[in-house]
């Protein structure tokens, strides 16, 4: 299984300020995707991480809200644009190793808290 | 589309109890199915998965799941609990036509009283 860190692990923001969330995976891997869980409730995918195009996002994201990066195999930001405290969530990363492979693996999250 | 439907919110058990956690799915074709766990402040754990063949998977931490296609189930079963099992679990299905990004259901949470 791949390894994947995320950082910040907890972050309390003001209100319209933006957060960066990084998503390290410690091996290659062909699909990196972005997850938001509500609290108390389950996981919604936020989008696809493409390397080098822009990411592929579900119906009630956008792009201007939730920008994604991912330079590399191994590596992708997400950041949580103009927030409000209904953006209070917590934001997992997650990452399928290979074709070959179909589980999807996890970072520990994001705990997101805006006030 | 596919779903996925975990009937139970919470779930209380004993300690040394047995435990069925229940999820049926919605999906067009052979689905993969999965289990995660998320401990308190955690991210996911796969605890098993099913993509073919024996019905019947063993997963991780002594757990179990059986896929019934004609009930459309995935059920994740474990004959004794202990407290450490106290989290909450996810069933999700995913796969087919080149897409393996999982669809989760809302989540059981797993209370374990002494």
């Known amino acids: 299984s791949a390894v994947i860190s995320q950082k910040p692990s907890r972050d309390i923001c003001q209100r319209g300020t933006s957060l960066t969330i990084q998503c390290q995976v410690d091996s290659q891997v062909t699909m990196m995707f972005w997850y938001r869980q509500q609290p108390g409730q389950s996981l919604t995918l936020i989008a696809t991480?493409?390397?080098?195009?822009?990411?592929?996002?579900e119906s009630g994201f956008v792009i201007d809200k939730f920008p994604i990066s991912r330079p590399n195999l191994t590596f992708s930001t997400l950041t949580v644009s103009n927030m409000s405290p209904e953006d209070s969530s917590i934001y997992l990363c997650s990452a399928v190793r290979g074709m070959g492979d179909t589980e999807a693996f996890f970072g520990q999250g994001t705990r997101l808290t805006v006030v | 589309a596919q779903s996925v439907t975990q009937p139970d919110i919470h779930i209380t058990v004993s300690e040394g109890a047995s435990l069925e956690l229940r999820c049926n799915y919605s999906?067009?074709?052979?689905?993969?199915l999965f289990w995660y766990v998320q401990s308190p402040g955690q991210g996911l754990q796969l605890l098993l998965k099913y993509f073919s063949g024996d019905t019947l998977v063993q997963g991780i931490k002594g757990f179990e799941a059986e896929f019934k296609r004609s009930q459309s189930s995935f059920n994740l079963r474990k004959p004794s609990v202990h407290w450490s099992d106290a989290a909450e679990y996810f069933c999700a299905v995913g796969g087919g036509g080149g897409s393996y990004i999982p669809t989760f259901g809302r989540g059981t949470s797993l209370i374990v009283h002494p």
């Open positions: 991480a493409n390397q080098g195009s822009e990411a592929t996002y």
């Open positions: 999906y067009g074709a052979t689905p993969y």
